[in-house]
């Protein structure tokens, strides 16, 4: 009995060890374009990866230009390989320019998160 | 795109957002949920002992002695008519406060109190989520237990599919807070199974509690000899399934703040997540020194007891009414503690 108490409780300090790290609520890992970086070249989607998987039912993102307007994008989807990433397709492919992209991440926990950065496009 | 991202998008873009920032908690939601947060902590507190009612005092009968079991009542006759009643008010009680539960969690999501009468928001959440299939199968089983729990008839089956009820019910919570963070993989397999482990083993104790304790009084009205062999039966029973109970409890307790924290216990400390749950193993600790003398000390006097004069008899009692207050307190904490931001 008392060596079974002792793995029981050995597994019970050693099951969050072994395995990977997950977070409550989801925040932003990284993104493409990356946040706060200078991109070349047109933009035509932007790629969001959480700390943790996201649900897109109750989730928003939104990109607006350094005049302040609005860029039409597709409504946020997963990435059908991992709910972590968050797709977002743009109306038009983005110039030269600074852009805002703010977000709204429902978790899987059923928290939510919100957060905004920038990118440049030259 | 739906009204509510297009909300969103409205409100966010009227923002003038200066830093780059990689997340916080939402603002918008932070303040629906200090609005909300006395009737969700309400809401969960109340639903989570119901379930444990449900659960636990259903239990209790089948790992009683064979005189005073569901097929022989024995002498504790008293004692099943009160839970049956308790289990007649703990399903209508588990079924309202699980769905203002959903409805709160709901509201917290969109940060809009009209989303629960809004049939888009209500098709999001209950079709495109992974909370609308286990809402879907909760509000199913809430139905089954209230309308099960009005039947004319309470015998041996009625319990047990009580008792099954409650445990799915118990179980299911896990896909509704922080034990669903694991994905689909066998990380996300061991933490559900970890965390239903701990709901399941905690929902025995403390919900076996009450027909414990209402046993206990209806035995000092036996003839004093008679109350002495039944209540040491009793207990004797209980205390097997407590200690198995209690030393899964804390294992999985362990291992679900290990989950929360990725490891790193340190960062438990200085944090409100961590004042919570230490709170939690707090009132925990005194509840085990309360079954500890029940169990070593009370219990083998009453065993070596004269036929008159048991003053531990009354002991037990008084004992057991302060562990039962002692787990409506800590089903607060858990209830607190779900809705608190682990730290990062």
């Known amino acids: ?122 | 795109m739906t009204m509510f991202q297009y909300l969103v998008l409205v409100q966010d873009v009227a923002q003038d957002v200066a830093q780059d920032s990689m997340g916080q908690m939402d603002q918008a939601s932070g303040q629906a949920l200090w609005m909300t947060w006395w009737p969700l902590i309400s809401a969960r507190w109340i639903h989570f002992a119901s379930v444990f009612v449900l659960f636990g005092s259903s239990f209790f009968w089948f790992y009683m002695p064979r005189d005073h079991s569901l097929t022989h009542p024995g002498q504790l006759t008293k004692t099943l008519a009160a839970t049956t009643i308790m289990l007649r008010v703990a399903a209508p009680v588990a079924a309202i406060s699980g769905v203002a539960w959903m409805a709160l969690v709901l509201i917290n999501m969109t940060s809009n109190f009209h989303s629960v009468v809004n049939p888009e928001d209500l098709r999001l959440f209950f079709f495109e989520t992974p909370f609308g299939t286990v809402s879907i199968i909760r509000l199913a089983l809430f139905a089954t237990a209230v309308v099960l729990a009005f039947l004319p008839w309470h015998g041996r089956v009625w319990y047990s599919a009580l008792l099954h009820l409650g445990a799915v019910l118990l179980i299911s919570q896990a896909w509704l807070g922080h034990a669903s963070e694991g994905g689909a993989g066998l990380y996300g397999v061991i933490m559900i199974t970890v965390y239903a482990t701990h709901v399941l083993a905690a929902g025995a104790w403390a919900g076996g509690l009450p027909p414990l304790l209402s046993g206990l009084v209806e035995q000092r009205h036996f003839a004093p000899n008679e109350a002495r062999i039944c209540t040491v039966d009793i207990l004797s029973r209980f205390s097997a399934m407590a200690m198995l109970a209690v030393t899964l409890i804390v294992v999985t307790g362990i291992a679900n703040a290990g989950f929360r924290v990725a490891g790193s216990f340190e960062v438990l400390f200085d944090t409100e997540y961590g004042n919570v749950l230490f709170a939690k193993i707090a009132i925990v600790a005194v509840m085990l020194t309360l079954a500890y003398f029940n169990r070593f000390v009370f219990m083998p006097r009453l065993r070596s007891a004269a036929l008159k004069g048991m003053p531990a008899i009354t002991w037990l009692g008084r004992s057991v009414t302060f562990e039962l207050a002692l787990g409506l307190l800590v089903v607060f904490v858990a209830a607190v503690l779900g809705i608190t931001p682990p730290p990062q």
């Not at chain 1, 649900?55 to 302040?68: D, N, Q």
């Not at chain 1, 860029?71 to 110039?95: E, K, W």
Request: charged residues 10%.
């Open chain 1, 1 to 122: 009995m008392q060596r079974f108490l002792k793995l029981l409780l050995a597994a019970g300090l050693a099951a969050p060890l072994v395995a990977s790290p997950v977070f409550a609520h989801a925040f932003l890992d990284h993104a493409v374009p990356g946040v706060g970086l200078t991109v070349s070249g047109p933009v035509r989607e932007l790629r969001l990866w959480y700390t943790q998987g996201v649900v897109t039912a109750f989730s928003a993102v939104s990109v607006a230009s350094s005049t302040g307007g609005t860029i039409p994008a597709s409504r946020p989807v997963n990435d059908p390989s991992d709910q972590q990433i968050v797709i977002v397709r743009l109306g038009r492919a983005l110039g030269p320019g600074t852009y805002t992209v703010t977000w709204r991440a429902l978790s899987v926990d059923t928290h939510t998160t919100t957060g905004t950065f920038h990118f440049t496009v030259t």
